[in-house]
């Protein structure tokens, strides 16, 4: 570490402060033996770029069936279980939250919607979506960033692929925040009670879509999940149902709304890159990469270990939780170097963790780099000058600990031709 660095015991992963600007932690991680250990958690955090490959292909000693509200403790946890039970439906492992076998029948249901073949089917239609949204703006000279746009076009697009009103963004984005807040945030009893209210909301929504779709199949996701089984197969209960979309849902909103907030951000601070990326559109790849390594939009995601196990050292013992900081891996200088500066030319980007590795990589990957690309591509073919409308306030993240949102990115700018 350089001589002025804090030392590990100075920071913590639940202090906003530190959820705001998580990369002075991630530098003492990485030059700290072993994996650190979290004491107001005892969670395990693996932060290094080898380490975090190992548990990530590992998935016999690291389970992805691991309790959502951990981070609240196991009395309000079970609260939180039970309330929703009694009033809709619990949270049940289903997709990403599965290990084999089970995993690739839920995975098989949705990845049809995400394919390269299917993005690229989809691509003109998030152009049109990305250029609609400006058209929203385009004549105020200035926009809230994150809430006119950067949350509205993979929101958009997600509510067509599964045949929602597309209208109703606000309100998913609303259902989403609150699917979410349980492993985002630690909570007392009334908070938890307030975010379980509007995912029951949603829950019973869903419910009437999906009675919708099993009596009259519909185009999108919501039908074909209800149809999706076969004769002699068991159709997904609601739960289960519940579920996946819960993850979709969640899923769809937060990354990619904070990753196409950070490529803005990034070229903000770096006029001579978005001059460069106007003149040189294959630099464009390279540039959603090096975004999504720098700011990885999930900083962290949940496993259990399945058994005592040993990493770099430590032992971590069963049914453990550990903590897969993507944010501190795409940071190893052991991997990456110069690993806090932005190079958009970056020549070993491609190998960054982001979206994971192996049976669990995002299978919203291939759809998240398109509407990063085509949302900062429509801003730049639409807008010259494009800076910040007022300095940012600090805290500039809202406080989560797995991931990294922008609270807001206020901008002006100057139409172009």
């Known amino acids: 570490m350089m001589p002025d660095a804090k030392r590990l015991d100075e920071f913590s992963l639940l202090d906003p402060d530190t959820q705001d600007d998580p990369f002075a932690m991630y530098e003492a991680m990485h030059a700290a033996p072993g994996i650190y250990l979290m004491p107001e958690t005892g969670f395990f955090i693996v932060s290094r770029y080898a380490d975090l490959r190992q548990v990530l292909t590992d998935p016999v000693s690291f389970s992805n069936e691991v309790d959502r509200g951990a981070l609240q403790g196991a009395k309000l946890s079970e609260q939180h279980q039970r309330y929703l039970s009694e009033h809709g439906w619990p949270h049940i492992a289903t997709l990403q939250r599965t290990d084999a076998p089970a995993h690739g029948r839920y995975r098989k249901l949705v990845e049809r919607v995400f394919t390269m073949g299917r993005v690229r089917e989809m691509t003109p239609r998030i152009d049109a979506v990305a250029n609609a949204l400006i058209d929203r703006f385009a004549g105020r000279g200035e926009c809230e960033f994150i809430a006119d746009f950067a949350m509205l076009l ?94 979709l849902i969640g899923g769809g909103f937060e990354s990619t709304m904070t990753a196409i907030g950070h490529a803005l951000w990034q070229l903000i601070r770096q006029p001579d890159l978005m001059k460069r990326l106007r003149t040189e559109p294959k630099l464009m790849k390279g540039f959603v990469e090096e975004v999504i390594r720098m700011d990885s939009p999930t900083q962290g995601l949940r496993r259990r270990a399945t058994r005592d196990v040993e990493i770099a050292g430590t032992l971590i013992p069963k049914d453990s939780v550990v903590v897969v900081r993507y944010g501190a891996a795409n940071r190893d200088p052991a991997k990456f170097a110069c690993p806090n500066m932005f190079d958009a030319e970056r020549a070993n980007v491609g190998t960054h963790l982001a979206f994971g590795v192996g049976a669990h990589f995002c299978i919203g990957a291939a759809l998240a780099r398109q509407e990063i690309s085509s949302g900062i591509r429509a801003m730049l073919d639409r807008f010259g000058d494009i800076a910040l409308a007022r300095p940012l306030e600090k805290p500039i993240h809202r406080a989560n600990f797995l991931t990294l949102p922008l609270r807001e990115l206020p901008i002006r700018f100057t139409p172009r031709g």
């Open 154 to 247: 993979p929101g958009t697009i997600l509510a067509e692929e599964m045949g929602l009103d597309a209208s109703q963004v606000t309100t998913f984005k609303t259902w989403a925040d609150a699917m979410l807040a349980p492993a985002s945030r630690k909570m007392d009893a009334a908070e938890l009670q307030a975010v379980a209210d509007i995912e029951l909301e949603a829950q019973h929504h869903l419910e009437a879509l999906f009675e919708a779709c099993r009596a009259d199949p519909q185009p999108g996701i919501i039908s074909a999940l209800v149809h999706a089984h076969t004769d002699g197969e068991e159709p997904l209960s609601m739960a289960e149902l519940q579920s996946i979309m819960s993850q």
